[in-house]
């Protein structure tokens, strides 16, 4: 049974910053593209972060690039996401996904996802 458990939301001030992990159990990481997405109350849900097998191809929307990293550990079944330059528009249960192949790996079409964490930036 593939679980996957994120860590590392909290309260943080606007211009703060946060990392969230990812802790992937019950099938070998390696095997699994890895996703973020983030849902605010009222909104669907957004993607965040891509990161293949490897960790050598990476996608961001033009929203958070630039702000947002996102970098796996295949050693330690955990996949990352650092957000610097927190925003109020941020503010979200950020949920990691994994998938052997996503269609697109930008799309929401994910076969696992964990249960989410909330972050949440003040202005």
């Known amino acids: 049974q593939v679980q996957l458990v994120e860590s590392g939301g909290g309260l943080v001030q606007a211009g703060g910053s946060l990392r969230l992990s990812c802790v992937v159990s019950g099938r070998t990481f390696s095997s699994f593209y890895m996703g973020w997405f983030r849902q605010a109350p009222g909104k669907e849900r957004e993607f965040v972060a891509a990161i293949n097998w490897i960790g050598n191809r990476i996608n961001y929307p033009d929203s958070v690039k630039g702000r947002f990293t996102i970098t796996r550990d295949n050693a330690e079944n955990t996949v990352f996401l650092k957000m610097n330059s927190l925003k109020p528009e941020d503010t979200a249960a950020y949920y990691c996904?994994?998938?052997?192949?996503?269609?697109?790996?930008?799309?929401?079409?994910?076969?696992?996802w964990g249960q989410g964490t909330q972050v949440t930036v003040s202005s």
């Open positions: 996904a994994a998938d052997p192949m996503p269609p697109i790996p930008s799309s929401d079409e994910y076969e696992y």
